[in-house]
């Protein structure tokens, strides 16, 4: 977690813009929650139906945050998507669905929950993107 | 009929077709060795996210997603103890490192 997943039409997104999308996404939710890079995950979904609007997001992120805060998060991404892809408002609909921390474990622990994350989280986010060579 | 399913979301090209089996064997021993349930009965699913689909901290991820669904609920501890078995059993079978697997297993 996160966990954003984003619902396009087949062949809509070409791969620079997914990428950049990708990033935009890790720097916003890092941004807003101070969650460590590498744990922000950023998928596209590829679709032949049309959903309620052609264009999804579908996050999932670790419960325990301010309303205000995820109202935000998701505005941000949202505005993010449209200015990168040049998707219009109508054409993109999104939400944030959260779940427990404990129910997840990544990196070989279970992921703490929104504000009780310790220093060896961190730690191993660095030593993550250092053996990724990032 | 098993209360315990898990789907299984790999990267394209990071986990070859005989490792899956052996992936889902895996997962079914490890819950009954957990959960007491029975190995046949435990359904596995994998789906592949084709490369340049999918991202980790902005970059291209080599990264497979383990979900579990526990129909009624187990206790926290049950919970850290299936996770803990499958990231061993993963990474053993598989070869990924640990930075390479996400798992959960959500009560439902």
């Known amino acids: 977690m996160p966990y954003y997943r984003c619902v396009v039409p087949r062949d809509s997104v070409p791969y620079d813009q997914r990428a950049e999308v990708a990033r ?3 720097d916003i939710h890092c941004g807003s929650t101070g969650a460590p890079r590498s744990f922000v995950h950023v998928v596209f979904d590829e679709h032949d ?9 579908d996050g999932g992120n670790r419960a325990g945050r301010p ?4 109202a935000q998060l998701l505005n941000d991404l949202m505005s993010a998507f449209r200015e990168i892809t040049g998707v219009s408002s109508d054409e993109f609909s999104g939400r944030i669905t959260e779940g427990p921390a404990s129910w997840t474990m990544e990196g070989g622990m279970v992921l703490p929950e929104p504000g009780e994350e310790t220093a060896e989280w961190y730690e191993h986010d660095l030593q993550s993107q250092a053996a990724a060579g990032g | 009929m098993s209360r315990v399913s898990y789907s299984c979301t790999m990267q394209e090209g990071q986990v070859a077709d005989d490792v899956r089996a052996k992936l889902a064997d895996g997962l079914r021993q490890v819950t009954a060795d957990v959960l007491g349930e ?11 996210i084709p490369t340049g689909f999918g991202f980790r901290g902005g970059e291209p991820s080599t990264t497979s997603l383990v979900r579990g669904s526990i129909v ?3 206790t926290q501890d049950v919970r850290e103890d299936l996770m803990r078995r499958i990231c061993d059993m993963w990474m053993e079978i ?6 390479e697997l996400v798992v959960s297993a959500r009560d439902t």
């Not at chain 1, 309303?67 to 995820?70: A, F, G, I, V």
């Not at chain 2, 598989?94 to 930075?99: A, E, F, P, R, Y």
């Open chain 1, 49 to 57: 139906d049309r959903w309620d609007t052609p264009y999804f997001l």
């Open chain 1, 24 to 26: 935009a996404f890790t």
């Open chain 2, 94 to 99: 598989s070869g990924c490192t640990v930075d």
């Open chain 2, 72 to 74: 009624g609920g187990v």
């Open chain 2, 38 to 48: 029975a190995p046949d009965d435990v359904p596995v699913d994998f789906s592949d």
């Open chain 1, 67 to 70: 309303e205000e805060l995820k």
